[in-house]
Structures are given as C-alpha cells and as structure tokens.
C-alpha cells in the first residue's frame, strides 16, 4: 500500500456514505480528497465513485464536481401571466401560477406546480392577453381563484418538504415584478395575506449581470443569446419561461456562478 493513511480515510469515507447525511457529502469529499496525494488520489478515484454510486449518490455527486455549491438546497423558478391589454387595465390579475422546485446541487428540476387562474374583476380576457399569453378564456374558466391557489400552493411546498426551517429555498424570478408588484399588489386588493417565502426572491436579470457583465434589456431572449441556448416554447408562456429561467440558471452555476438574494427585505 503505497499511502496507509490515505487508504484509511477513502475506507472511512466507503464504509460511512449509507449513512452519511447527503448534503455534507460534497464537503467530507473536498476534506478527504485535500489531503490525499495525488497518486493516491487518482488511483481510487474510481473506487470512491463506485462505492458512492452504490448507496446512491453518484449522480449528485457527478454534478457536484462540475460546478461549486450553491448557497441553497432549492431554487423555486416563478413566472407569473396576468390579465393585460394597451392600454393596461388595473388591477391586474395573476391567470398563470407556475413554479419549478430546482435542485440547488445538480440544478436539475426535481417538482413541477402549474395552476391557472379564473380572474374576478376583469373576468373577460382581452385578445391582447390572449395573443400575448396564448393563454384562451376556456384555459382559465372555472379555474380556482387566486385564494385558492395560493392555498394549494402551500400545500405544496409543506409536500416537497420546502416549509422545513432546515431547508433553504428562495424563489426566483425573471425580474422584481412578480414578486415585488404583481402578488402583493393583487393580494392587497382582495385582502388575502403574503406568505413570508414570497417576500425574498433572486431578480435572475440582476444575477445575469453579475455573472456575464451586460444588462438583458430584452430579458430572456437576451440571457438565452448570451448563453448560446435555444429558447424553450413560447415567450411569455408562464411555464415555458420558468423552463427557460431554469437553463439559464443551470448553465450560470456550470460556470461557477452563485446565486445571492436580490431583494431587499420587506
């Protein structure tokens, strides 16, 4: 054996993975592998991958090895339609209620939430909204009120395990106007409270900017560009954008960018 200690703490690491807690493992295997030399090193890398992989955590492991962690468990990529027309009606109206739950170590999009929205003042959708959207009146009649979505929405996030105090998620959206204007201006018309998870989001324009130096003035049609992705279904289709948001952000962190909070505390 040409390093004993170094054999010790790979066999440490082998016999302790069943049971070592899955988000400290990406940490005990920055510790183990700074001390190896390199020949020890590259010599059981394989073993500890397969091993790993054994108990289940190979592929987030694989995923960890290509881009730096990331400051939270989940990203919850948000993006709002609203009842529209020019010139703009008032109040307006959330019609679309998506949300992607994004893994914040391999970025992968583990639970979907989709809901549309009946609107109540403005009931009738306008044909701008509509062309603009594609959302169609038949999509959001008879649809739950905005009550109560945000109920299911709750319920929710109590499923995916996100109401966990030990578990950080931060909502992200393709702008401050979601979260900033859109929910608590429409949810103080109708009088309904706003969950505290809503009140501190990633502005993903903001994080683009840090990351790439220039501003996407045409928001994601301009982060797709800069990238070099393709842009995923329809724009200003509320799950089509919380997709694109997604690959956006995936391919951030693949260049080792981290997500930060944006807003500004309530």
């Given at each position: 054996?040409?390093?004993?200690?170094?054999?010790?703490?790979?066999?440490?690491?082998?016999?302790?993975?069943?049971?070592?807690?899955?988000?400290?493992?990406?940490?005990?295997?920055?510790?183990?592998?700074?001390?190896?030399?390199?020949?020890?090193?590259?010599?059981?890398?394989?073993?500890?991958?397969?091993?790993?992989?054994?108990?289940?955590?190979?592929?987030?492991?694989?995923?960890?090895?290509?881009?730096?962690?990331?400051?939270?468990?989940?990203?919850?990529?948000?993006?709002?339609?609203?009842?529209?027309?020019?010139?703009?009606?008032?109040?307006?109206?959330?019609?679309?209620?998506?949300?992607?739950?994004?893994?914040?170590?391999?970025?992968?999009?583990?639970?979907?939430?989709?809901?549309?929205?009946?609107?109540?003042?403005?009931?009738?959708?306008?044909?701008?909204?509509?062309?603009?959207?594609?959302?169609?009146?038949?999509?959001?009649?008879?649809?739950?009120?905005?009550?109560?979505?945000?109920?299911?929405?709750?319920?929710?996030?109590?499923?995916?395990?996100?109401?966990?105090?030990?578990?950080?998620?931060?909502?992200?959206?393709?702008?401050?106007?979601?979260?900033?204007?859109?929910?608590?201006?429409?949810?103080?018309?109708?009088?309904?409270?706003?969950?505290?998870?809503?009140?501190?989001?990633?502005?993903?324009?903001?994080?683009y900017s840090f990351a790439m130096?220039?501003?996407?003035?045409?928001?994601?049609?301009?982060?797709?560009?800069?990238?070099?992705?393709?842009?995923?279904?329809?724009?200003?289709?509320?799950?089509?954008?919380?997709?694109?948001?997604?690959?956006?952000?995936?391919?951030?962190?693949?260049?080792?960018?981290?997500?930060?909070?944006?807003?500004?505390?309530?």
């Amino acid at each position: 054996v040409s390093d004993a200690p170094g054999c010790s703490m790979i066999a440490l690491l082998h016999t302790g993975a069943a049971k070592f807690p899955q988000n400290l493992l990406p940490r005990a295997r920055q510790a183990v592998c700074s001390l190896l030399p390199a020949g020890v090193l590259k010599g059981y890398s394989s073993i500890v991958s397969r091993k790993l992989a054994s108990h289940g955590f190979g592929a987030s492991m694989a995923a960890m090895s290509s881009f730096p962690p990331q400051r939270y468990h989940y990203f919850l990529v948000l993006d709002f339609e609203a009842t529209c027309d020019k010139p703009q009606i008032h109040p307006q109206e959330i019609i679309e209620f998506p949300i992607l739950k994004l893994n914040g170590r391999t970025m992968e999009i583990e639970s979907t939430f989709h809901m549309y929205v009946q609107p109540v003042v403005h009931p009738q959708l306008t044909p701008f909204c509509t062309e603009l959207t594609g959302i169609i009146q038949g999509m959001v009649d008879g649809q739950p009120s905005l009550q109560q979505v945000l109920e299911r929405v709750d319920e929710w996030m109590a499923k995916e395990g996100l109401l966990d105090p030990s578990v950080k998620s931060i909502f992200v959206t393709c702008g401050d106007w979601d979260l900033k204007v859109m929910l608590p201006g429409q949810c103080q018309y109708l009088g309904l409270p706003v969950a505290d998870y809503f009140k501190q989001w990633i502005n993903l324009k903001k994080a683009y900017s840090f990351a790439m130096g220039s501003w996407p003035k045409n928001g994601l049609l301009d982060m797709n560009k800069g990238l070099n992705l393709q842009h995923i279904g329809r724009p200003h289709s509320g799950i089509d954008d919380c997709k694109n948001i997604a690959n956006i952000m995936k391919t951030l962190a693949h260049r080792g960018f981290i997500f930060k909070q944006t807003s500004k505390p309530f």
